[in-house]
């Protein structure tokens, strides 16, 4: 049996926090209007920075199956939605001519019947598990696909049901919760977003970064937590090719913590810059003097306080 939606605000801080998701009061706002009132929540913002993530601490502390969508170029009805499975359809034709049954309309209503039918995520999240309850659906990196595919969404995100020609419009009983994630690699069309509730996921400040490190790695020292969320959010403002995400930082900090690290210095920033950083230009204009710089500043800053 899951755990009912949150009916305040506050109550949906404390189920983020319950599945190790800090979260600030208006990314939660955002989630409980979007529960509330049945609406799709559409997250958009830089890659590692958490959205994925609030789909899945979703499933896990509401109880709710978790159905994901990966989207990538090129994703088509037959991938997300549904296919028919035409090798069992052809065994079934040559069995029925073999056995003399020539009747077509007959074969045809039955190889063309839910039993022949594979299911993708997109119909698959419009059913109830065992359970009752309706499934969380993670649209995930939907920036990803190609533009026609949005318009198969526009059917299931407005009336939660999916049109298929030999067997009619299969509904939802009870709707899915459903979180769309992009990266914004390209604009999603208007008509996506005016059937959801939009929320822009930011990179986190310095203190909700420090205590997501104490939520996610415990086990890292107070000393280096600070610095290396001070060394992160320096990085930042740096124009590089691809920022460091709060993923990237929980891996560097879990790196620094398996190397027995409690303090930073230029010769390990440099030696493990490879989980922090993901393209070897950003590598190689940070590496060096400019990373004890930034350590060094970072140092500093940290003395003052």
Known sequence: MGNKIPESIEETVTLLSDGKYVSDRSLATALFLALKLGRPLFLEGEAGVGKTEIAKVLSNTLGHKLIRLQCYEGLDVASAVYEWN??????????????????KESLGKTIFSEEFLIKRPLLEALETDTTGL??????????????????????????????IPELGTISAVKPPIVIITSNRTREIHDAIKRRC?????????????????????????E???????????????????????????????????????????????????????????????????????????VKADLATR
Request: aromatic letters at 8%; one cysteine or more.
């Open 86 to 103: 035409y090798s069992r359809q052809m065994i079934d034709i040559r069995i029925a001519e073999a056995t003399g049954q020539h009747n």
């Open 134 to 163: 309706p499934p969380v659906l993670l649209i995930d990196e939907l920036d990803r696909t190609d533009e026609p595919f949005e318009a198969f969404l526009l059917e299931i995100l407005s009336d939660f049901q999916v049109t």
């Open 223 to 297: 000393q280096i937590s600070d610095q290396i969320v001070a060394f992160v959010q320096r990085l930042r403002q740096k124009d590089l090719f691809k920022l460091p995400g709060v993923a990237e930082t929980i891996d560097w900090t879990n790196a620094l913590v398996q190397l027995d690290r409690i303090d930073l210095d230029p010769q390990t920033v440099n030696d493990t810059l490879g989980t922090l950083l993901k393209y070897q230009d950003d590598i190689e204009k940070i590496k060096g003097s400019e990373a004890a710089t930034l350590l060094e500043k």
């Open 197 to 221: 509730f939009y929320y822009w996921v930011d990179y986190p400040s310095s203190e909700r970064e420090l205590e997501i490190l104490k939520v996610k790695c415990p086990d890292a020292p």
